[in-house]
């Protein structure tokens, strides 16, 4: 007798979308323990980062990968343009044979949408949104990404062979590096003609340079930039990141993939906001929101992005993130390499 069968759908969004949504695997498997959980989602994405998510949650027995163009809604079309055409969801077979099914490629654009009409702001977190979509109350929110022990073994060596530090050591005895704390800086998000999440080039690569006047080893993470004379991972696919992350001491970024990459792995995350509300995004992680809405009267305002509608002067970009001075995320990122010294070395742990 075959198990009967529970499938998500969700192949659109970014790797922080898609951690986010991770817990409500543990609210299926929770309130249908039978079931046989599939996902369905697309490898296209950042070299398949959506699929190496789905196969590091133990609560996923099934990956079905399949194109953008494929198992899309009338809603999905609508939303994002660039898949008019696909086939309606109810057509493909694996939904079709599915006990239950759920599609949650927009359900927290409805939800948002109705949100920003009603409070001219976004009241519920987006993992709790995907939730209430499938009817699933998980024991945690926590998002999911376990780490196989072959894949910190194969990234404690490329550390060594990349970063030249003292012998291999196994993952989280020690976080530094010849005895320098370890603090990865996030790149991602750094053009304002494009996203309004944007810290810039300048201030990072000042941070940069403080954390290492600090004697901190700063590695920067992008899939493509980096800053001259700082160490730096470019190009990793997720798998190969996140045991990379594990091993540091803290990361600072703005709001993007990296801080729910770092975030779920347990790394204290320095997470610097503007145009979007920490409390959306940070409630599982370690670490510290620096947070610009006392500073400027405009924040929060992703879902307006009144920046972004600014010819001139570009200058007036932004002023959210700008207005963060690089001596205070220096000195937040200091605290937590403190307490993950004291952490790993067993003394007394002051509250943070």
Known sequence: MRKPTFVVVRQLGGIGDVLSLSCIYRGIREQFPGHHIINVTTDIYFSGALVDIARHNPFIDEIIKISPFEAASNITKKVWQSYAGASDIMDEMVIRSADTAVDLNVACVERESAEFETHKTIITPRYKIWCDAAGIVPSSYTPIYQITEEEQIQGDAWWFDN????????????????????????????????????????????????LQAQGIYVITVDPTRKIDDVPYIVGKRLQDLMPLLRRMSAVVTVDTGLLHCAGVVNTPVIGMFGSTDYRMRMAYYRGSAIDSKALVPCAYCWYSKPCMHLTKPVKDRMKCLKSIEPSTIVAETLRWCEYVKMESTGTQLPII
Do not use: W
């Open 163 to 210: 970063f030249k530090g003292d012998t291999p050591t196994p993952f989280l005895r020690d976080r530094t590096r010849n005895g320098q704390q370890i603090v990865g800086l996030g790149l991602a998000s750094a053009n304002p003609s494009v996203d309004a999440r944007t810290m810039g080039m300048d201030k990072l690569t000042e941070i940069a340079h403080q």
